[in-house]
Structure formats: structure tokens, C-alpha cells
């Protein structure tokens, strides 16, 4: 389950760079400041969720850490900008912080039962 939970983050993050990219871009040939600006939060978003997908390997509650810091933020994004978009950005977020959490909790139940057993 861990490599399916990364493999799903990595994609979302992949997307979220290309998505804050085009953003950025438009912004720029457009000459509007406030895409510009929009991009390069949807970036470091972008970034925020790809250390979340790598912490997944190595340790749940640090991805958990990752995705909701990325909620956060997507949050923030999405009250300061007025975006609904982004607001799915922090529910794809929010489920990933959900699952972290799940299998955490569900890691430490197994490990707990492995060692009474012992």
C-alpha cells in the first residue's frame, strides 16, 4: 500500500507542477500579476506535496506532516485569490493527510499486536 499511496502523491504533485506552470506562464505572457503570483503558490504547493509523496517511503506521520501543511496552504491559496479550484487542490490534499493518518494508526495496531504475540 505504500508504493500505490506514493505512486498516487507523485502523479498529483507531477500534475500540480504542470498546472501551477501553465498558470505561471499565462500570467506572464498576460502580463497579470495575480497569475503570476497564483503559479508560484500552486509551485511551492506542488513541492510541499512531492516531499510528502518521498516521506511516504520513509515514514507515515511525516507524510502526514507534508500533506497537511500542503492543505494549509491550498487553503490560504484558495481564500486569498478567491479560487474554487483550489479548493479541490486542498480536498485531494486533505484525503492524502487522511490516508497517511489511516495507515499510521493501522502500522502501529499491527506492529503492537506483533510484538505480544512475541
Do not use: P
Not at 57 to 86: E, G, H, P, Q
Not at 93 to 104: E, G, H, P, V, W
Amino acid at each position: 500500500m505504500r508504493i500505490i499511496s506514493c505512486i498516487v502523491a507523485v502523479l498529483f504533485s507531477l500534475y500540480a507542477v504542470v498546472n501551477a506552470m501553465l498558470i505561471a506562464h499565462a500570467g506572464a505572457m498576460n502580463q497579470i500579476v495575480q497569475l503570476e503570483a497564483a503559479g508560484a503558490a500552486e509551485l511551492m504547493f506542488a513541492g510541499v506535496c512531492f516531499l510528502g509523496a518521498v516521506a511516504i517511503l520513509w515514514r507515515w506521520w511525516l507524510s502526514l506532516v507534508f500533506f497537511v501543511l500542503a492543505t494549509l496552504w491550498s487553503a490560504c491559496v484558495a481564500i486569498i485569490y478567491f479560487d474554487n479550484t483550489i479548493w479541490f487542490w486542498c480536498a485531494a490534499t486533505a484525503i492524502l493527510a487522511a490516508a497517511c493518518a489511516y495507515f499510521s494508526t493501522h502500522n502501529q495496531i499491527r506492529r503492537r499486536k506483533q510484538r505480544m504475540a512475541i
